[in-house]
């Protein structure tokens, strides 16, 4: 994030670009070295601790002091903390503005994502019947070492955590702070350890470009910045919302396509089938003979052109290699071993 003081004061950072008028700006009543401007009637405002600029402003802002701009109440409030070259801006504050909050994603902090991620993950177990984690540890050892494998050198912002549950759905969620679930019917489906492995690299895709934040961000706006705010995560609407969200429905296709390209490149860097990803799209949805499209093809829509394009980006070289071999995804395959069935609901 970096301000600038020119003819405007202008705020600019990652897809965000602000020019705010001097006449119209006015000090939130902070205490030095703090400083608060906001714009007169705006929703926005951004604090920093730069004396220089501090001063700068006083000079040439007519009216600074004029209201305090936290003084209308009822305002959200979000601090996203960075550090700027040569100017020591530490928080850009929004208010109320989702659509710039949504490309706030990819700086959340860490520890809030995954505070977040551990209570819409809470939620899922929830909204499915708190189905069993499977964690049968020679099988865990086997899916452990592959996730090692496909996420060395993935440029992903967290160490993703999978976990496996007992479920009669195929699916995989993505939810904030890296955590995939996985539901055991995924790997039940997959007729090789590639189909199942194509799956998870298209959700560290995901994890990749943080798309759980942003749609939490673009789905509930000021009202999940409230919840941040007032530290009321665990039990709030919102991660009701969010977990029912991950659960249903997807992201965007551009979202999709991307999560597609990412999982079709650690595939094949990973020694995979980067078509197999195609192949059980395809096999999900021919067998879904009552259109139903539950679990993975709710999520991820299947179309003729997605798997077209995916063995496009995939080209011939990686068909019929195998991730693991066939002693590995035995065992991997009983991963669910330790945990008795559980009744479809
Ligand atoms: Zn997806």
Known sequence: MTLVLEDNLEITGHDLRLAWPLADLAAGDTASPFMRIAPVGSAARVEFTDEALAAALQDRCPDLHRTDPSASGGRLRLVLWSIAAGI???GLAIYGVPAIAVRLAPVIPAAIEARLGGAVDGQIGKILGDPPVC?????????????ERMTTDAGLPVGPAITVRRHAIANALTLPGGRVVVLSDLIDQSRTPDEFAGVLAHEFGHVAAHDPMRALLAASGSSFLLSLVLGDL??????IAVGQAAISAGYSREA?????AYSVEVMRRSGGDATALATILERI?????????AGL???H???????TRIRTMAGTETIGRRIL???EWATLKGICRNVPAKSAT
């Open 88 to 90: 020591s801006v530490i």
């Open 301 to 307: 829509p299947f179309t003729a052109e997605r798997t």
């Open 285 to 293: 949805a021919k067998d879904d003979e009552k259109g139903e499209f």
């Open 234 to 239: 665990t039990g709030s609407t919102i991660v």
């Open 297 to 299: 093809l709710r999520s």
């Open 256 to 260: 999709e396509n991307a999560a597609d």
């Open 325 to 327: 071999d066939e002693t």
């Open 135 to 147: 964690d049968d540890a020679p099988a865990r050892a086997v899916l452990d070492r592959l996730i």
